[in-house]
Structure formats: structure tokens, C-alpha cells
């Protein structure tokens, strides 16, 4: 079966904001389920901080969509204090409201309603990044700037200390 061949509606949600942003949508599909940003390296044979992870939190009770490199971890004390509130990891329930979408194939996009999100700049230092298409078995190519535009995210760093700048700027 081909990528076009394949289907899954939260993958389809993701196309259509892909277009509706103008961005051709270039969903990769796998053979087997790619939920960490491991998995999904080993699959494109990339730098695991050059994929983008999607993790739902909350803050003061509201949905937070994080976009962090996956060579990077979510410091929610230092996150929470960076955007004023209390972070607190989503349970599965939560995540599904939030985005459509199940945890482990969560999208940047594609959700019932747009996300406060912020984007780790370090995500800044790969010329392209692949995030998930709204699907364990999915990805998409884009870039940080891409990203930060299709999210509306506010791009930051989401842990204490000096950015590690992937290869394009270092």
C-alpha cells in the first residue's frame, strides 16, 4: 500500500490544515508504529533532535501544546515560570479533546481549535524537522519557521540553560 493509499481521519484533519496553510502536505506513513522521537529518527534515519515532539500539557488547567526537539526534555517548572502559570502533564483524555488526536501520534495541526503552543528553538537548528501527521504510523517534513507559523506558536526554549543548536547552526 502506498502513502496516498492510506487513511485515518485525524491524518486527513492534518492535510487539510496543512493545505488550508499552504503547505503541501508530504505525510510519510510506517510500517510499524513510531511514537518517540527515537523511534521516528531510526525510521528517517535523522538526528533525533531534528524531530519535532507534540506534548500536550496543561497550564492553569488549559491545553499547552509543546513542540520540543526530541533530543530535548520539557522542564514544566521552568516553562511554567517562563509563561506565567502552572504546568502540569495532559493524561490521554485530556490530549484527545484537545488535539483529535491519540498520544504518540499527536500533530502540530489538525486540531478542533487552535493550541496556545510554544516551539523549542532548538528545533531551530535542523533545516528540516518531521513532526507527527496526526498518527503513530505518520510524519511530515517542515521547518522551525514553518512550524512556528502553522501553530501560531511562540518559539522559546523549554528547558534551563544554553540552546543546543542542531548542525545548520552550529
Do not use: C
Not at 23 to 35: D, G, L, Q, S
Not at 112 to 131: I, S
Amino acid at each position: 500500500m502506498t502513502d496516498a493509499e492510506r487513511t485515518h481521519p485525524a491524518v486527513e484533519r492534518v492535510e487539510a490544515a496543512l493545505l488550508a496553510a499552504g503547505v503541501e502536505p508530504r505525510v510519510r506513513w510506517f510500517e510499524t508504529a513510531t511514537p518517540t522521537a527515537v523511534a521516528a529518527a531510526a525510521e528517517l534515519g535523522v538526528e533525533v533532535g531534528a524531530i519535532a515532539n507534540s506534548l500536550v500539557f496543561t497550564i492553569d488547567g488549559d491545553p499547552l501544546l509543546v513542540m520540543t526537539s526530541g533530543a530535548h526534555r520539557v522542564d514544566t517548572q521552568f516553562l511554567g515560570e517562563r509563561l506565567g502559570g502552572r504546568i502540569r502533564r495532559a493524561d490521554a483524555d485530556t490530549v484527545k479533546a484537545a488535539t483529535g488526536q491519540t498520544i504518540g501520534g499527536v500533530a502540530p495541526v489538525g486540531h478542533p481549535a487552535p493550541l496556545r503552543t510554544v516551539v523549542d528553538v532548538a528545533l531551530a537548528g535542523y533545516p528540516e524537522v518531521w513532526a507527527a501527521a496526526g498518527h503513530a504510523h505518520t510524519v511530515f517534513p517542515t521547518t522551525f519557521d514553518e512550524l512556528v507559523r502553522l501553530t501560531g506558536g511562540e518559539p522559546g526554549p523549554v528547558e534551563p540553560g544554553p540552546v543546543e543548536p542542531g548542525p545548520a547552526s552550529a
